[in-house]
């Protein structure tokens, strides 16, 4: 069994992406001691298909609807690196932004998008900012964030340190190889969800959605309700 770890990362695309693929575990994880930040690489001003919000409007409301579910999840914290919504791309400089984050906040547990999946498990294209946050997600973690010569400007102008995660858990995977019973933390990740009102106007229908499929992922591992993910033990072998 997994321990639980003192301190997670979550770095997520967009507002929501945290309640909707690991929002379960994220609770259960807090109500254990743990300490959460929340790091999202976007404001997600460009999300929501009924919206008639301007650009900024979006970003304080979304904003606004993060830091209520962050609360709700018992994340300590929530970061946001106000990307363009819809035009994330890998650089240099995002990735160090995210090390940046792995150094100060030290966690021993990274979460994150599977940047391989192309196609949801429901039959729906996974949103490319997903996918290049993943990727950028991993790479600060292995091995940007670990090495004391890779962003070395970071160590010494910034006075942070090197800073090696232990765990990498990959949400949206089609390898999953780790379960987490969310069976007493359901509830927390509905009202979390519920939070995204520029996204989900009506919560019953996806209250409904997320109780099936979280009932799906847990009879895989005779669960009542359940989350998974494909986790990467990042410590050294030898």
């Known amino acids: 069994m997994l321990e639980i770890p003192n301190r997670v990362l979550v770095v997520a695309a967009h507002p929501d992406d945290v309640e909707m693929s690991c929002g379960g575990t994220i609770a259960k994880f807090a109500t254990q001691g743990a300490q959460v930040c929340l790091l999202l690489v976007t404001s997600g001003e460009c999300g929501g298909r009924r919206n008639t919000l301007t650009a900024e409007q979006m970003i304080a409301q979304r904003e606004a609807e993060q830091r209520e579910a962050a609360k709700l999840l018992g994340a300590s914290g929530v970061e946001f690196l106000r990307q363009p919504d819809g035009g994330v791309e890998y650089s240099s400089a995002l990735r160090g932004q995210i090390v940046r984050q792995i150094r100060t906040w030290r966690p021993d547990a990274l979460f994150t998008h599977d940047p391989r999946t192309l196609l ?29 010569l890779l962003y070395p400007d970071q160590l010494s102008a910034q006075g942070l340190s090197a800073h090696a995660v232990k765990d990498l858990f990959l ?25 995204h009102k520029t ?27 359940g989350e998974c993910f494909h986790r990467v033990d990042l410590r050294p072998v030898f």
């Open 120 to 148: 949801l498990d429901w039959n729906e294209v996974n949103h490319r900012d997903h996918r290049v946050v993943g990727e950028l997600a991993m790479d600060a973690a292995y091995p940007y964030a670990r090495a004391r």
């Open 171 to 195: 949400w949206d995977s089609n390898t999953p190889n780790h379960f987490e019973d969310i069976t007493d933390h359901i509830d927390a990740r509905i009202d979390a969800v519920a939070c």
């Open 199 to 225: 996204q989900f106007p009506k919560a019953g229908p996806v209250a409904a959605w997320l109780r099936n499929h979280a009932s799906k992922v847990g009879e895989q591992k005779q669960m009542t309700y």
